[in-house]
Nanobody
Framework: QVQLVESGGGSVQAGGSLRLSCAAS????????MGWFRQAPGKAREGVAA???????TYADSVKGRFTVSQDNAKNTLYLQMNSLKPEDTAVYYC???????????????????WGQGTQATVSS
């Protein structure tokens, strides 16, 4: 069983930055990729970014150019660097881990099995 613990959330003004971290209790053979999701009040949870074991990344259009996902395999830690933050980025951010699924088109997505408890990020205007 893999446990994920997020940290780094907080409150910033628009235009500011936050760096989220997600510490995994262990990397196992069942984890091929990790990602970040967020859920704003009254809205559905949405995918933000994902990264696979070799460093390939994907991003939601809404965060491209502003957010960067990365990982430190030696520390079993996933990061999300969030720059140029906007009030609409306000949400609870969750990290997740799972298996990489490659589609016939060559694109991939992560089938998530493990989830963290979330960390709040609030951006004020």
């Amino acid at each position: 069983q893999v446990q994920l613990v997020e940290s780094g959330g907080g409150s910033v003004q628009a235009g500011g930055s936050l760096r989220l971290s997600c510490a995994a209790s262990a990397y196992t053979a069942s984890i091929h990729c990790m990602g970040w999701f967020r859920q704003a009040p009254g809205k559905a949870r949405e995918g933000v970014a994902a990264i696979d074991s070799v460093g390939s990344t994907t991003y939601a259009d809404s965060v491209k150019g502003r957010f960067t996902v990365s990982q430190d395999n030696a520390k079993n830690t996933l990061y999300l660097q969030m720059n140029s933050l906007k009030p609409e980025d306000t949400a609870v951010y969750y990290c997740a881990a799972g298996v990489k699924i490659i589609e016939s088109t060559g694109s991939w997505y992560c089938g998530y099995t493990y989830w963290g408890q979330g960390t709040q990020a609030t951006v004020s205007s």
